[in-house]
């Protein structure tokens, strides 16, 4: 048996080979890096407006006020909301779903073209 909680994948009472298989999967899965800070609302609306492709990728969040975050908070401090897609910037201020549906296929042809 398994189960989804948020975003984190918690496996209980399934075989290795399963196991395996959802480790594979989301690790298959491209990372999408937020760049935020708290209070963000215009981050919090940026995840509503994620939420219908979540499935698509690995949402990692990046508290730019942190101290190990420094050098993020120089760089994103009057754009937050920013968005990496697998290391590498892709948009600001507001969701592009248009630019963040191209880049998704794209790195989805790439992955179909190397296996």
């Not at 215009?42 to 995840?47: F, Q, T, Y």
Request: charged fraction near 25%.
């Amino acid at each position: 048996m398994f189960w989804i909680q948020g975003r984190t994948l918690q496996v209980a009472r399934c075989s290795r080979p399963l196991q395996r298989l959802l480790s594979e999967a989301n690790a298959n899965l491209p990372v999408l890096t937020l760049f935020t800070k708290n209070p963000c609302p215009l981050c919090d609306e940026a995840k509503v407006v994620l939420e219908p492709y979540k499935h698509k990728f690995i949402l990692q969040e990046v508290d730019i006020t942190l101290p190990d975050h420094s050098s993020w908070f120089e760089k994103y401090k009057y754009d937050i909301p920013v968005f990496h897609l697998n290391g590498q910037f892709l948009m600001k201020h507001r969701v592009d779903i248009k630019k963040l549906e191209n880049q998704l296929l794209t790195l989805e042809l790439q992955d179909d073209g190397n296996k």
